[in-house]
């Protein structure tokens, strides 16, 4: 049985991020266009493929129009 690398904290907040984009009503391709990124990267974020640094968590934040301390 393979072991997550990412924690239940870390996944708690991969959910509030899709929640906020549902939330504001826009797309991957609409968050990934905002950001000037492909869709695939959102994709990957969302679903615990790529890793997302604290950068990418603030740009995010900007653009769900959420304060960072709402994901984390």
Do not use: C, M, P
């Given at each position: 049985m393979s072991k997550s690398v990412y924690t239940k904290d870390y996944k708690a907040i991969i959910n509030?991020?899709?929640?906020?984009?549902?939330?504001?009503?826009?797309?991957?391709q609409a968050v990934a266009d905002k950001l000037g990124k492909p869709q695939s990267y959102v994709s990957k974020i969302e679903s615990g493929e790529r890793r997302l640094d604290?950068?990418?968590?603030?740009?995010l934040s900007e653009v769900y129009k959420k304060p960072v301390s709402y994901f984390v």
């Open positions: 509030r991020l899709k929640q906020a984009r549902a939330d504001v009503g826009l797309s991957q604290v950068a990418e968590l603030k740009k």
